[in-house]
């Protein structure tokens, strides 16, 4: 008889960016900002590829939580390991809190007073980008 595989149990998370590596461990769930919204990954997900959009990601080890601001890139997902290629992503102690929040301000005066000179898209991401960062360095390790 053919043998069944173990469902794994633990899930080897990896979140890189084009410049540095952030987070290599061994976690029990991961919630990723996908493009098409949040998604939750247990050990032994179905494999999938996905793009990412401007969001924060968590992943629990335990009783414990940890949260990255991430931006763009792709994620793919196997029933053992999820590999994260962000195109930036923050853990909370790299996020400087007054550049995002110098961020936010011009973002929003963009938003405000459109001229012909303003990219609406671009301004729209980076007012998201810098509220989620200011999302994130506000969550210190949260208990579940
Ligand atoms: P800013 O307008 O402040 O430059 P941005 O959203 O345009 O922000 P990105 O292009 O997303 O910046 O990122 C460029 C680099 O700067 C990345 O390495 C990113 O991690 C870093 N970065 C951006 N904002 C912050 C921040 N508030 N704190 C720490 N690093 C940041």
Redesign the pocket.
């Known amino acids: 008889m053919a043998e069944i595989p173990a469902l794994p149990t633990h899930l080897t998370l990896e979140i890189v960016?084009p410049?540095r590596s952030l987070v290599t461990e061994k976690v029990d769930e991961v919630e990723i900002p996908g493009a098409e919204g949040y998604f939750g990954v247990l050990p032994g997900h179905t494999p999938l590829l996905a793009t990412l959009q401007v969001g924060e990601l968590w992943f629990r080890k335990g009783n414990e939580k940890f949260y990255l601001?991430i931006?763009f890139g792709f994620a793919e997902v196997l029933p053992d390991r999820v590999t994260i290629l962000a195109?930036?992503?923050?853990l909370p102690d790299?996020?400087?809190?007054?550049?995002?929040e110098?961020?936010k301000r011009?973002a929003e005066e963009r938003i405000a007073k459109p001229t012909v000179d303003v990219d609406f898209e671009r301004a729209r991401?980076?007012l998201m980008?810098?509220l989620v960062?200011l999302q994130v360095?506000t969550r210190a390790r949260s208990r579940v």
């Open positions: 960016t410049d601001s931006a195109e930036v992503a923050e790299d996020i400087d809190v007054a550049r995002a110098a961020a011009r991401m980076a980008k810098s960062r360095s």
